[in-house]
């Protein structure tokens, strides 16, 4: 995609920085605002199946300003300002997000609001991201959150306060869909469901005119870790949403919305995969590998027909074990400072990745098998899926998964202890899995290619991408006028994949540059113009 000079206006896209219109052009304000769309960074949006790695560096959970700058770093260099339909949505649009808000756990007799911290999405970090999106002329009533499960825990979640501070539209709406008002409601058909022909959103998810932003948590849960695809299940009005439900469990929903034969089709399908070998599909009984399957076939209906804009998962902390319960001393959950922050456009690689974050075998999940066979994934394989460290300074570096720490946190997700199995409650899913029959996505194209960086001109930083299609070396120069090489930016051996750097122009003079790459004795360039 060719980037113009009015792509991405805010040069905060990587750098977090202020506002940069257009020097070119006196631009009024609102003619920008009227012209512009909101979307995400256009390295992101170009590379649709790559997963992004942000570290933060926060010390403890309870430290909410820290938490709520990652939020903001976060927010000023993924979203901004583009030209771009495919990729952005008018300013005018609701923008939606949805944190997990699910109950906190209240029930439990160990039940405090600091050890309950890890069960939703950061408080902190989800304002830190609305102010960001203030930032771009978005106002706090064109921000809405949705959680259906127990809104009385948001309170003791600090979303009520936060909701105050930010001015964004809070509901937790737990009412039955039967007795909500219309216009609380969003109707969206499922083509060719499994389980659903008809799904009930919260209002505006899903709505013609909103953009839907997905902050799930890093948490363990009796379904592996339960991250951006199972996220969205909250925003489903009462009852519907019950995805959980064991098979022959019809929700107390109408049944003209169910289709007709679903759990014939369910127990067909489980049958088929516990034949093909899915991993612990083999564990008997309702809450076996037939519950799986019959959860991940309502989840899959969901995220077919719920489409977001960015998907994200909030690991500045990490938890373990289930609600409050958990393997740590005292039988309970625990936090560990995680602190990363992993997100990319489609939430079954983002989830593969975080479950591998997490120290799980993601091929051990039956849900990204039924994610392949529906056509919403090609692999399963985390190490077929580009992963770059997201850099607010730097830029975008494509990275192997093995230069990212793990973290183990445990869960009670099909538990092997059957014919002869003795696996303790709590545990890792992190068995060997042989992926060899695993798409590899192989680049095509030109040995190399040098894309036009963005914005152009600018006035503190500019974005290069460029591609390579085998591991050497690359030398990146940045040359003014005169023909002197003012700048190095890269100059080291690279991974084959798309990569992103960041030149900052404040110590150089206005005027225009060069930019050249050297890959394999060949040389590509671009000009840019630095203004200020």
Request: charged residues 20%.
């Amino acid at each position: 995609m060719t980037q113009n000079r009015r792509s991405f206006i805010r040069s905060s896209t990587i750098a977090g920085s202020g506002l940069l219109l257009n020097p070119l052009r006196a631009l009024d304000r609102q003619l920008i605002k009227a012209d512009s769309l909101i979307g995400v960074h256009p390295f992101i949006f170009e590379n649709e199946d790559a997963v992004f790695i942000m570290k933060t560096d926060v010390d403890v959970k309870t430290n909410a300003s820290a938490i709520k700058q990652a939020g903001l770093s976060f927010g000023r260099s993924v979203f901004g300002l583009t030209d771009n339909p495919d990729n952005g949505v008018p300013l005018t649009h609701k923008i939606v997000i949805k944190p997990n808000l699910t109950c906190r756990g209240k029930w439990d007799p160990d039940y405090t609001i600091e050890r309950s911290m890890g069960v939703v999405t950061d408080s902190n970090f989800t304002e830190g991201v609305i102010e960001s999106l203030k930032e771009l002329d978005i106002v706090g009533s064109q921000i809405y959150a949705r959680e259906v499960n127990c809104p009385d825990d948001l309170a003791e979640g600090g979303y009520i306060d936060m909701a105050v501070r930010t001015g964004i539209d809070l509901k937790g709406i737990d009412t039955p869909y039967f007795d909500l008002n219309p216009d609380q409601i969003q109707w969206i058909d499922v083509e060719d469901g499994i389980y659903f022909k008809r799904i009930p959103y919260l209002w505006p998810v899903n709505a013609p005119d909103s953009w839907l932003l997905n902050i799930s948590k890093l948490k363990a849960h009796a379904m592996g870790l339960t991250l951006c695809a199972k996220n969205l299940q909250g925003a489903i009005a009462m009852n519907y949403q019950q995805h959980c439900r064991n098979h022959g469990n019809h929700l107390d929903i109408r049944e003209e919305d169910i289709v007709a034969d679903a759990f014939s089709t369910i127990q067909n399908n489980y049958n088929r995969h516990l034949a093909d070998g899915i991993p612990r599909w083999d564990r008997p009984g309702q809450d076996g590998g037939i519950w799986m399957e019959t959860w991940a076939s309502r989840c899959l209906d969901n995220n077919s027909v719920t489409l977001a804009g960015l998907h994200v998962i909030e690991g500045v902390y990490g938890r373990d074990g289930h609600f409050i319960d958990g393997p740590n001393d005292g039988g309970l959950a625990n936090d560990y400072m995680t602190n990363v922050i992993i997100f990319g456009l489609n939430p079954f690689y983002v989830d593969i990745i975080g479950h591998w974050i997490g120290g799980h075998e993601p091929g051990n999940f039956g849900l990204f098998h039924m994610a392949k066979e529906h056509g919403m994934i090609s692999t399963i394989n985390p190490a077929d899926i580009p992963v770059y460290e997201w850099d607010t300074e730097n830029g975008a570096e494509l990275k192997d998964l093995d230069e990212f720490q793990r973290y183990p946190l445990m869960t009670g997700y099909l538990r092997k202890d059957y014919d002869g199995a003795n696996e303790d409650y709590w545990h890792m899913v992190d068995e060997d899995f042989d992926y060899s029959t695993g798409t590899n996505p192989i680049m095509m194209g030109a040995l190399f290619n040098l894309g036009e960086n963005f914005p152009n001109p600018f006035s503190e930083n500019t974005h290069i991408p460029f591609q390579i299609r085998k591991a050497d070396h690359v030398l990146i120069e940045v040359i003014n006028e005169q023909g002197k090489t003012v700048d190095i930016p890269v100059n080291r051996q690279m991974m084959p994949g798309n990569h992103m750097i960041t030149w900052y122009s404040s110590n150089h003079p206005a005027g225009l540059y060069l930019y050249r790459m050297r890959f394999e004795g060949m040389l590509h360039s671009g000009k840019m113009l630095v203004v200020h």
